[in-house]
């Protein structure tokens, strides 16, 4: 009788069962979606925040000062140690290679210009290099970990004809201040300590590369006359925002502290694994872009969080409203069935059971609706995906059972406890 | 029929013409008003729960739009943490004009930072060539927070030694010498500077001490220009006239990965705030519904009573407007409560309240409580009056 009673409910009050549904298909979408985003948001704005480029710079252990004033070199180009650029792939070796997602080789040499007596400098880098580590290629390079450096034909905007140069080419950029000292233009070469290098186009950075000659890294290691030569690493890697633990010293540590340490993406974890795969370097994390991504992060985290709360809340809110609506129209229903013999129980179980089934119902469809939802926003946004872990549907579900529970509780004792005579009189 | 009460009850039966000097002397909008209120206090159950589920829409829309403007300022001045977004240079490396850190701050306002920095290059002892900065330490400390600095210098002579630089002149902390140009400064670390960057290899002075010691006066103010993309942009054009002989350059670093996670941070937000406002107006939407049909034998008596449709439909459009707008009224200042509490919570400053975006709360409240009015009045003026009233 019981299943019946149900099943000619939801036959014959299509149109109410609809809405309710509707109700609760909507909130539960909003509710995926809003969970979603947020707790794929940190991922999303870390890999955001590496626009501000790299987090962590390899220098050799045993170097000598930097003497630098104004982006030009003052020290003697040999000066000093160097790295090797055959440990660089070693990079993708590290524990947390999964987080690094790229690095430039840096190698400033000091160069004069035709027959001028000024010293300029001359910036060997990667610009997209194709390495390989293992059976696995991989590209990196200062598109990766530069990305406000723009290459123009000098007037700022993007054109065919001027490219970035091919890494292993003899072409090179010209900062843009350097190109308007110089009056040079892309396509006419320029004499750099006796060679004849052709100029592919005009690098603008807002920082001191725009007075300098950037070149491939084979390039300048020539010029330099040190094959292999490195002088420093700069290192793009999502990391954790710093905590109790992140600060302390590993060497101070137990085993499974250091465990613990060792394996959470600390950019002070990072650096002590650089080092460990580069011999003879030492790791320091660039303390203007880690030690400030942490806020940005948690600001931006909080924020959605608050927010998920609120979206939660509001749609709560819209299937208990729902719900009341429903089960309180039906009073004269409730009446005819406590008239008939029906006790409370039994009325209950049947709304109960009702909501039950709306909820499953409900909340399937408005799970994959708001996987859908949290999918649009993830590409529209932020041009990735917004993975949803399959470990959320249960709790989505449990999530819509309680919430329509609780939103039909106060409505079913209300109908419940509603003398059948006057609901049966139709007052009320 | 709770809905409907008569005028009041009457001892004394009235002739006709008593009557109807009554109803005359009774002003028309009178009854009208009266069965608004009545039928709020009559119902108030279920007319607070519609209201409540106002209240919370206005509310939730009035925290959303709140924290979308209030928000981005917000994030701005997180990401001024991450230094100076112009760089003012003497043209050429030649020194700026005295005047051009205070012409810079008037121009630009108290809340902006300016750090002025000269550099010299000293040597050690043993002849090694050392960069020397001269700065204001309360200001640098200002702007640049990421400085790993134990303890600033404040005493005559003490410096700020840039890690990899104490290892070259004074591995123990000891005090050491350096010379520019013949003239010798005796100097005492103050304490160690880490920065990852180029800063570790330098030791910092203060600039009154660093100009006396070596007469070289700053050539660099490095400015963290508040505001929008757009007002930094007017900055920099403002200071471009204002100092004819110095490079005026945009952080290019700081500037475009500020403007692409704020950027993508706003459309997160925005998505977010459309669908909570909208959940909430289904919320509201379902409630007043429920409200509406639920007062259908209101609606059949004064059909039956002879009640134009234009009245009811006016009626029922009355008191949803009525709702709407103590709803918005109610909502709103629980909304800026709420804003401002979120504010407090993640960013540790209240959000500013904004009453500009009371409008659009008030109509948006109004709206959706006349669309959610009128849906089931159409569905009921189908209905005959007198099957209402059986029950069925």
Known sequence: MFPRIVYESFRRQARRKLLAGIAITLGVAVATAMIAVATDIGDKINRELRSYGANLVVTPQEDTLDVEVGGVNLKPPSDGAFLNEADLPKIRGTFWHHNIIGFSPMLPVTVKIGSSAKDVTLLGTYFDKTLRFGKEDFTTGVHITH?????????????????????????????????????????????????????????????????????????AQQILGKPGAVRRVYVSALTKPPDALSARDPKTMTPEVYDRWYCSPYVESIAYQLQEVIPHSHAEQIRQVAQNEGTVLSRIKGLML?????????SALAVSAAMATAIYERRVEVGLMKALGAGNLSVSALFFAEALLLALVGGIAGF???????????????????????????????????????????????????????ALRGEG | MTGITTSGTTDTLLTPKQVAARRASAPHTSMFTRMLVRAAVLRRRRASSALLAMVVAA???????????????????????????????????????????????????????????????????????????????????????????????????EALVGMRAAAVVSPNRQPFELTFQGKAIDLVPASMLQTGAGEDSRIYLDQSEFQSWTGVAPSTIEV????????????????????????????????????????????????????????????????????????????????????????????????????????????????????AWIGRVNFHAPVVPRFSVFPYVLAGSVAVALISAILPIELLRRVQPAIILRGE
Not at chain 1, 306 to 314: D, P, R, V, W
Not at chain 2, 82 to 93: E, F, H, S
Not at chain 2, 136 to 155: C, G, I, Y
Not at chain 2, 244 to 273: C, F, H
Request: glycine share 8%; with cysteine.
């Open chain 2, 224 to 339: 963290a220009a508040n505001g929008t993309a757009a007002q930094v942009d007017a900055s920099i054009r403002q200071l471009v006239q204002l100092l004819p002989s110095a490079d005026i350059r945009p952080v290019r670093q700081i500037m475009e990965g500020e403007a692409n996670v704020l950027n993508k941070t706003r459309a997160t937000l925005y998505a977010s705030a459309t669908l909570v406002v909208l959940t909430s107006a289904l919320c509201v939407l379902a409630t007043l519904i429920g409200w509406v049909f639920d007062r259908r034998r209101d609606f059949a008596i004064m059909k039956a009573l002879g009640a134009s449709e234009r009245l009811i439909n006016g009626f029922f459009a009355a008191e949803a407007a009525a709702l709407g707008v103590v709803g918005a009224i109610l909502g709103f200042f629980i909304g800026i409560g709420v804003a």
């Open chain 1, 368 to 422: 994959s609706a708001g996987a859908l939802l949290a999918h649009q926003i993830g590409r529209s946004i932020f041009n990735s995906q917004i993975s949803i872990e399959p470990v959320l549907f249960p709790i989505i579900l449990a999530l819509a059972v309680f919430v329509t529970f609780g939103g039909s509780a106060a409505a079913i004792r209300r109908a419940v406890k509603f003398d059948p005579v006057f």
């Open chain 2, 59 to 157: 509310a939730v829309a009035t925290a959303m739009m709140n924290l979308y403007v209030d928000v981005q300022a917000k994030l701005r001045s997180e990401f001024r943490n991450y230094g100076a977004n112009v760089v003012v240079v003497g043209k050429d490396g030649q020194a700026l004009p005295a005047d051009a850190l205070a012409k810079i701050e008037s121009v630009l306002g108290d809340k902006t930072l300016a750090v002025p920095f000269s550099y010299a290059v000293a040597r050690t002892k043993d002849g090694q060539s050392v960069v020397v900065v001269g700065t204001d330490f309360a200001r640098a400390r200002q702007l640049n927070h990421w400085w790993k600095v134990s303890h600033w210098p404040d005493a005559p002579n």
């Open chain 1, 147 to 219: 990305p406000w450096w723009k290459v123009s034909c000098g007037d700022g905007k993007e054109s065919a004809t001027c490219a970035w140069p091919a890494d292993d080419s003899q072409n090179v950029l010209l900062g843009e201040r350097l190109a308007a000292q110089l009056g040079k233009r892309p396509g006419e070469t320029v004499e750099v300590s006796g060679r004849q290098l052709t100029i592919s186009g005009i690098l603008s950075t807002g920082g001191a590369e725009d007075d300098q000659i950037v070149a491939p890294l084979a390039l």
């Open chain 1, 306 to 314: 608050l927010i998920t709360f609120a979206a939660l809340f509001a």
